[in-house]
């Protein structure tokens, strides 16, 4: 099973909502990423957890708040979002973290800000 | 920094070839690329590591120039399936995968 799966598909939410996306694979990898995608843009990397410790976070502002419950399970929670936070969150595994693994990324949650 | 992919934007008849590059400005240890189709998440074609071979995915190739920090892919016959945003994904010795911006190829029959 070579799947990232991630739920919600499609998320609106006011800015002053608290809400979660969650992120699961089944590869046995011990890395996970979350990724924002504009429009016609490249993913941007938020955060890299390596063996469910937080090794990378890109100064993403608090209102993002990443979770790694366990190997195969990542979860952002969201919380007091600005409407130009609306993107197309991307989950990704690989089998670590180290730049010679390939990533696996899943559909991705469409979140709209209103 | 995010690396420097050209061209933005190529039109391909089937069976014609093509090239993509992307340059960085950072000492390289591998580079991934990825191909995302409209609506869809990206998909890994290949990984280039420092010191090791060219690679291939069905008539999609890729080579990596460590000195001069480079990357190519080349679509060979292309098929109408390469149709897609191409994005490749350096990473230097702190693992991290920065993606260029991207080129999108469309192949009409």
């Known amino acids: 099973d070579t799947e990232v799966t991630q739920t919600p598909k499609h998320l609106v939410m006011g800015m002053t909502n608290k809400k979660s996306l969650k992120c699961e694979q089944h590869m046995g990898h011990r890395a996970m990423y979350w990724y924002k995608q504009k429009a016609k843009k490249p993913p941007e990397l938020m955060f890299v957890?390596?063996?469910?410790?937080?090794?990378i976070n890109e100064s993403v502002p608090s209102r993002f708040s990443p979770e790694c419950p366990n190997s195969s399970l990542l979860n952002l929670h969201l919380h007091a979002l600005q409407p130009e936070d609306s993107a197309l969150y991307l989950c990704?595994?690989?089998?670590?973290?180290?730049?010679?693994?390939?990533?696996?990324f899943g559909p991705g949650t469409r979140l709209t800000v209103t | 920094q995010q690396p420097v992919q050209s061209p933005q934007a190529v039109i391909l008849r089937e069976g014609e070839d093509a090239v993509i590059n992307c340059s960085s400005s950072?000492?390289?240890?591998?580079v991934h690329w990825y191909r995302q189709k409209h609506g869809e998440a990206p998909v890994f074609l290949m990984i280039?590591?420092?010191?090791?071979e060219q690679m291939r995915h069905e008539k999609i190739s890729a080579s990596f120039n460590e000195k001069k920090q480079q990357s190519s892919l080349y679509l060979t016959a292309s098929q109408l399936s390469y149709s897609g945003t191409y994005f490749c994904g350096p990473s230097g010795d702190d693992y991290k995968l920065s993606f260029g911006a991207g080129t999108t190829v469309t192949v009409r029959a």
């Open positions: 990704a595994s690989s089998q670590t973290s180290g730049g010679a693994y390939e990533q696996y």
């Open positions: 950072k000492a390289l240890y591998s």
């Open positions: 280039l590591l420092k010191g090791g």
């Open positions: 957890y390596s063996y469910e410790k937080l090794s």
